[in-house]
């Protein structure tokens, strides 16, 4: 069992900056690959970026392609997500998820455990 805490969301201007960070328990988080996914309401939840165990594997959604980055700290049991160039259409409840099994990132069916998210706010 891995629970996972997001942290770090809140009300940005565009333009702007955001780090978010989930902490996960327990000792085996260097075998899960962990992705990062957003949902506004009424809307399915949309993968954001994804990491596998050991930082080799790098995915990203196109519509934040170069303004976030994903990164992990094994020692610290933590995924990060650096969020730059913020846009209104970035508003979101963020969450961040742990797969156990094969990289499959995108897919929302194949990670094990979710946070319980965090929101993220982008004014115009």
């Known amino acids: 069992q891995v629970q996972l805490v997001e942290s770090g969301g809140g009300l940005v201007q565009a333009g702007g900056s955001l780090r978010l960070s989930c902490a996960a328990s327990?000792?085996?988080?260097?075998?899960?690959?962990m992705g990062w996914f957003r949902q506004t309401p009424g809307k399915e939840r949309e993968f954001v970026a994804a990491i596998s165990q050991r930082g080799t594997l790098i995915d990203y959604a196109d519509s934040v392609k170069g303004r976030f980055t994903i990164s992990r700290d094994n020692a610290k049991n933590t995924v990060y997500l650096q969020m730059n160039s913020l846009k209104p259409e970035d508003t979101a409840v963020y969450y961040c998820?742990?797969?156990?099994?094969?990289?499959?990132?995108?897919?929302?069916?194949?990670?094990?455990?979710w946070g319980q998210g965090t929101q993220v706010t982008v004014s115009s």
């Open positions: 998820a742990a797969d156990r099994n094969s990289w499959s990132p995108r897919v929302v069916g194949r990670y094990d455990y």
């Open positions: 327990g000792r085996t988080f260097s075998t899960y690959a």
